[in-house]
């Protein structure tokens, strides 16, 4: 089928000055319907839409009305307004709403501020209809489906433990004045002969349930090691496999320089580590001379090793930790290169199981697929932008906005501070407004206590203090009702924190 259609009609085809001049001709009855349509060879039945639709909306005056078109809506413009940064402010605290829940909340809204409305009263709730305009009408909204986000991590990504990690991470740039070839960052994955996740095929529509072939229902886990420096230079991944004994088959069409480890549990140990930092140091010639630094997560097997810690600062590795609960924004590996590294593995596999049918994937090929799926993901692009997104590389403390930070803003709390009023007139004031202030957000200074630089380096973490903003509102006959009064933010009390 062509791509570029023909017309093979005239509709529509008219002329828009045609068209306007047409219309005035009508609107100041110089000519008739059919007169003005013969006169500016434009369609009658086009004309009379329209010449309709204008004199609807000279009747109707937006600017009285605070609407937001020809016709009513529910809420006014400042209202649909406020409720969309309600919603963003919700979805920045990851207690996003549903389609569902947003036309709950219009409902209420509409019932308690005595909007004029055709909502269900049964379910409780606005149309669709409307919901499909109100996101119309607002382009800022999408409806995206959210990554699960633990509470830790919720509460950990704050702004000031960010900062003193940028600081840290400054100020051991500022002494050794690191190039971007000697900036790394290593981590550890777990993988299995059963992918995580698996992407989507196309099938029958209308069936209820659709498939796709796997080796297993469980597979065992694979811990691999992976290091990479700011310029896009990754070091061969590193092995760890559940097994007691060793057994080189596991090997068989590994990545190029990769190496083998076996434990039982198949996971990081501390002697395993340390002898991965020695390959470390001989693949990044790290001295005294030349030294390097090397981000890495507070895990026990990195931070409470005194072995390991002598190692790296009798070889000139420079050793700084993420603060804990941060390494899904902060970490370059976990920005960049985990998610295409995940997707690329799932599509190795089903490749690997389509041309070997009958066949199982078991852990002596996981690391022939691994290395398939490895040389597409580690790209010197995917190095550089997830070391730039992070602002680590080229270093950018002010990488993260204020936005970036409000899903913590639930847990910093402080008790409320009463207000004493000693005038009468002050008093008045309080009696006719209505103010609402916000409590003071204060950091958990406890929060930095994990990041560990082999580095004494002075300096301790301020406590970040937010100013309190009063909203007032004037007290009338029928108070307007925010999406704030219907549903509260959530916010941690301090009775509770205590």
């Known amino acids: 089928m062509a791509r570029i259609r023909k017309r093979v009609t005239t509709r529509q085809n008219w002329d828009s000055d045609s068209m306007s001049n047409a219309v005035l001709a009508v609107i100041n009855k110089s000519q008739t319907y059919r007169e003005a349509s013969a006169t500016f060879n434009v369609p009658r039945s086009t004309l009379l839409r329209k010449v309709k639709k204008l004199s609807k909306d000279a009747k109707y005056d937006p600017a009285s009305k605070n609407s937001l078109g020809p016709i009513p809506t529910v809420f006014t413009i400042a209202e649909e307004k ?26 209420q809204l509409a019932v308690k501020n005595n909007k004029k409305h055709n909502f269900s009263h049964i379910k409780e709730e606005a149309g669709y209809d409307w919901y499909k305009g109100f996101m119309s009408r607002h382009p800022e909204l999408s409806l995206r489906k959210p990554e699960a986000t633990s509470a830790a991590r919720a509460m950990g990504f704050n702004k000031p433990v960010v900062m003193q990690f940028f600081k840290l991470l400054g100020e051991l740039m500022d002494r050794y004045k690191f190039t971007p070839d000697r900036i790394y960052n290593c981590d550890e994955t777990g993988i299995s002969s059963v992918p995580k996740s ?22 065992e886990t694979v811990t691999v090691e992976m290091c990479m420096n700011s310029v896009g230079r990754y070091m061969p991944p590193l092995f760890i496999f559940p097994r007691q004994r060793h057994n080189m088959d596991f090997m068989r069409n590994a990545p190029p320089g990769s190496y083998v480890e076996f434990h039982p549990s198949g996971w990081m140990q501390k002697s395993i580590f340390e002898r991965w930092l020695q390959n470390f140091i001989t693949f990044s010639n790290s001295s005294k001379d030349t030294p390097v630094l090397l981000l890495l997560d507070g895990h026990s097997t990195h931070t409470k090793n005194i072995e390991l810690i002598n190692l790296a600062r009798d070889n000139g590795v420079i050793l700084l930790c993420f603060p804990p609960h941060c390494t899904h924004r902060l970490q370059p590996l976990d920005v960049g290169l985990m998610k295409p590294l995940s997707v690329y593995y799932d599509k190795e596999i089903t490749n690997w199981l389509r041309s070997h049918p009958g ?39 002010d990488i993260f906005q204020d936005s970036d930070f409000v899903a913590s803003d639930t847990t910093n709390v402080e008790p409320m501070k009463t207000i004493e009023v000693s005038q009468d007139k002050e008093l008045e004031n309080i009696l006719n407004l209505k103010t609402v202030v916000s409590p003071i957000q204060i950091s958990n200074p406890t929060q930095t206590n994990n990041i560990m630089c082999t580095e004494e380096i002075e300096g301790g973490q301020s406590n970040l203090i937010s100013p309190i903003t009063p909203v007032t509102k004037k007290n009338t006959s029928f108070p307007h009702v925010s999406p704030i009064d219907v549903i509260p933010i959530p916010q941690q009390s301090y009775e509770n924190k205590q």
């Open 198 to 219: 698996k992407a989507k095929i196309i099938a029958t529509k209308g069936r209820k349930q659709v498939g796709s072939i796997t080796s297993a229902e469980r597979g």
């Open 359 to 397: 066949e199982v994937v078991n852990l002596k090929h996981v690391a022939e697929i691994f290395g398939l799926a490895f040389a597409k993901a580690a790209t010197m692009t995917t190095a550089m932008n997830s070391f730039k997104s992070t602002g680590i590389f080229p270093f950018n403390p």
């Open 82 to 107: 406020e409720l969309v940064s309600y919603l963003q402010l919700m979805e920045g605290r990851l207690f996003g709403f549903s389609t569902v829940d947003c036309r709950k909340l219009a409902y």
